[in-house]
C-alpha cells in the first residue's frame, strides 16, 4: 500500500506556471508507475500524464503536451507535475495516482489516489 499526498496547488493567472508535487509513502516508491489527472466541475476524471518507474517513459495527454512535465525523484519518493503556460481550461482538482502493474492511462487502472489539489486559472 502507498500513501500519495499532492501539494502546489492555487490560483493562477492565465499565462503563469505551477509545480505540483505528490509525496508518497509506504511501499518502495520506485516500484510504482505514477499519474497524474484532474477532474474539472461537471466532468469526468482526465488523464494528464503519466511516468515509469524509472522515469523513462512518460506519455502526456494532447491538451497539455508540450505544455506540462512529468518528472520523478525515487530518493524523494516524490513526483512532479511542471504546468507551464496555464490556461482557464486547465483548472480543475489535481490527483496524482499508483499504480504496480498497469501501463495504462485509464482512472481505473490506478488503484492508490491523493486527495487531490486544487488549481484554477482566470482568464
Known amino acids: 500500500q502507498v500513501q500519495l499526498v499532492e501539494s502546489g496547488g492555487g490560483l493562477v493567472t492565465a499565462g503563469d506556471s505551477l509545480r505540483l508535487s505528490c509525496a508518497a509513502s509506504?511501499?518502495?516508491?520506485?516500484?510504482?508507475?505514477m499519474g497524474w489527472f484532474r477532474q474539472a466541475p461537471g466532468k469526468g476524471r482526465e488523464f494528464v500524464a503519466r511516468?515509469?518507474?524509472?522515469?523513462?517513459?512518460?506519455t502526456y495527454a494532447d491538451s497539455v503536451e508540450g505544455r506540462f512535465t512529468i518528472s520523478r525523484d525515487n530518493a524523494k519518493n516524490t513526483v512532479y507535475l511542471q504546468m507551464n503556460s496555464l490556461k482557464p481550461e486547465d483548472t480543475a482538482v489535481y490527483y496524482c495516482?499508483?499504480?504496480?502493474?498497469?501501463?495504462?492511462?485509464?482512472?481505473?487502472?490506478?488503484?492508490?489516489w491523493g486527495q487531490g489539489t486544487q488549481v484554477t486559472v482566470s482568464s
Open positions: 509506504g511501499r518502495t516508491f520506485s516500484s510504482y508507475r
Open positions: 495516482a499508483a499504480s504496480v502493474l498497469s501501463w495504462s492511462t485509464s482512472p481505473d487502472a490506478f488503484p492508490y
Open positions: 511516468i515509469s518507474t524509472t522515469g523513462i517513459s512518460t
